[in-house]
């Protein structure tokens, strides 16, 4: 299994290929349309992701340590960009979660090319993976 260091370093790579944005959009409309459909008992309200101007459900699960994601949105942009955080969260250990920076959108030059709102959609679903880690971690420790 990859790192998420090693993962954004792939995304890095793809993104290298494309010359324009146009081009990258693409891609990311591409990941969006090959992300599974998330099952419909988890689009609840619990799950929607507030900050978003499309509607966004992430839900977690935990086993032996490693989370585990299932995502969706009504908008096929942010359904790629989604993809691209699974692909590096999902499967990751909850320290690895919590303590890994997210620099890959940055490297990309993404944070340039998305509106300010959808800018802080993809901030709010970072911080809601996130704080699914620190949650499962907290339970860990009650326990």
Not at 26 to 53: P, R, V
Not at 60 to 70: A, E, G, P, R, V
Not at 114 to 138: D, W
Request: contains cysteine; negative net charge.
């Amino acid at each position: 299994m990859s790192s998420i260091k090693d993962i954004q370093e792939e995304i890095i790579d793809e993104f290298a290929f494309y010359d324009d944005w146009s081009d990258k959009y693409e891609y990311i409309i591409e990941l969006g349309k090959d992300l599974a459909s998330m099952q419909a008992e988890n689009k609840t309200d619990d799950n929607i992701i507030k900050g978003c101007q499309s509607k966004v459900w992430i839900a977690c699960s935990n086993q032996n340590d490693q989370l585990y994601f299932q995502a969706d949105s009504d908008a096929i942009i942010v359904k790629g960009l989604i993809a691209l955080l699974l692909r590096v969260y999902n499967h990751q250990k909850i320290e690895d979660i919590i303590q890994e920076d997210l620099y890959f959108i940055e490297k990309i030059g993404m944070q340039n090319h998305l509106s300010p709102t959808r800018s802080n959609g993809l901030l709010a679903m970072v911080k809601q993976i996130k704080f699914y880690a620190m949650a499962f971690k907290a339970k860990r420790a009650a326990n």
